[in-house]
C-alpha cells in the first residue's frame, strides 16, 4: 500500500519502536489515527497535507508495525506517554496535532501535557466518553455490540478476540460509518493483516480495558494552551452532550460539523476534513 514518503521507524525511552512515515515540506504536522488502525488510515489526507506541511504519521504503541509489549497496558497515559517521545526525541517545535477518535483525544492530552511544543490541536471524533467497556465501538451496531461486549469477559475474551476476521472487522468498522460502503476493502485488508501480528490480540484487548482511561483524559483538556478545532461527524459514535461536555472543557475552542458523516471520517470523507484542516490553519497565520 503506496503513500508517498519515507517509511521509518524509531526508538523512544521505555523501549518501544515505532514506525512512522515522514513526507512534505513546512511546519510539522503528527497524525494520530484511531483505535484498531495505523498510519494507512490516513493515506488520502497524507498527500493533501503534505504540499503545506511536514507530514509524520505514526504507529501507535502496538499498532500497524510498532513493536508490541504485552507487559504493557494500552491505556491512554501509555499511547499519550509515546506520542510525547516521539515529538521529544524527534525535536519537533510548534507541532500541530490531527488526531481521530482515541488519536483525537491523545492530540488534546498531548497538548495539555506538553503545551511547549504544541502549536494548534484538531481533534476528530475524539473518543472521550465510554461509560463502560467498549462503549463507543459499541453503540456502532448489534454485531459491534456483540462481539467487542464478549472481549471483555474473562477467558471469553481471548478466543473471541483470536477469532476476529476480516469478515467480523469488517462490520465491526462499518458501524462507524455513514454510508458503510466508504470503507475500503484494501484497507481493511491492511488492518485484518496486522491484526494478525503475534501479541496484536492482546494489545486490542487491552485498549478496550483502559476504556476509563480515555474520560478521565478529559481532566487534562483544561491545560490546554493551543488553539483546538473539535471535529464531529453528524453520525458520531458520541452523543450531543458528550460533545459538549468535551468543548466546554477546552479553553480556546471551536467545533464543526461535518453532515453525513460517522465515527471514522479521515475515511469516509478524507476531502473535506482534510479541507477543513487546512482553512482552520490558514485562518491562524494572520493571528
Known amino acids: 500500500m503506496n503513500i508517498p514518503g519515507n517509511i521509518l521507524t524509531l526508538n523512544i525511552p521505555g523501549g518501544a519502536t515505532l514506525r512512522y512515515l515522514k513526507t512534505g515540506d513546512g511546519p510539522p504536522l503528527v497524525l494520530i489515527h484511531t483505535i484498531r488502525t495505523q498510519l494507512e488510515y490516513f493515506r488520502d489526507a497524507i498527500p493533501l497535507l503534505a504540499g503545506r506541511y511536514t507530514v509524520y504519521a505514526v504507529d501507535l504503541p502496538g499498532h500497524g508495525y510498532s513493536s508490541i509489549d504485552k507487559k504493557v497496558a494500552y491505556d491512554e497515559p501509555c499511547l499519550r506517554k509515546a506520542i ?89 468498522l462499518k458501524g462507524g460509518f455513514h454510508a458503510s460502503e466508504r470503507l475500503p476493502d484494501d484497507l481493511l485488508s491492511e488492518f485484518n493483516r496486522t491484526g494478525r501480528r503475534r501479541g496484536y490480540r492482546y494489545v486490542e484487548r487491552s485498549i478496550f480495558s483502559g476504556w476509563r482511561s480515555w474520560g478521565e483524559a478529559r481532566r487534562l483538556y483544561s491545560d490546554i494552551q493551543a488553539p483546538v478545532t473539535l471535529i464531529y461527524g453528524d453520525d458520531d459514535w458520541s452523543r450531543p452532550h458528550e460533545r459538549q461536555r468535551t468543548a466546554d472543557g477546552i479553553p480556546r475552542v471551536a467545533v464543526t460539523t461535518l453532515e453525513c458523516t460517522g465515527h471514522f471520517a479521515f475515511l469516509e470523507r478524507p476531502q473535506e476534513i482534510t479541507d477543513i484542516i487546512l482553512q482552520t490553519l490558514e485562518s491562524r497565520k494572520s493571528l
Not at 88 to 112: F, H, K, Q
Not at 132 to 138: E, L, P, Q, S
Not at 151 to 169: M, T, Y
Open 84 to 172: 510525547i517521545a516521539f515529538i521529544d526525541t524527534l525535536d519537533l517545535r510548534d507541532v500541530t496535532l490531527v488526531g481521530e477518535s482515541i488519536g483525537g483525544v491523545l492530540a488534546l492530552t498531548t497538548a495539555g501535557t506538553r503545551p511547549d511544543r504544541i502549536k494548534t490541536v484538531i481533534a476528530s471524533n475524539p473518543y472521550d466518553y465510554d461509560l463502560r467497556y467498549g462503549d463507543g465501538v459499541r453503540r456502532g451496531n448489534f454485531i459491534a455490540n456483540a462481539i467487542i461486549g464478549s472481549f471483555g469477559i474473562p477467558l471469553v475474551g481471548i478466543i473471541s478476540a483470536h477469532l476476529e476476521n476480516k469478515l467480523l472487522l469488517g462490520l465491526v
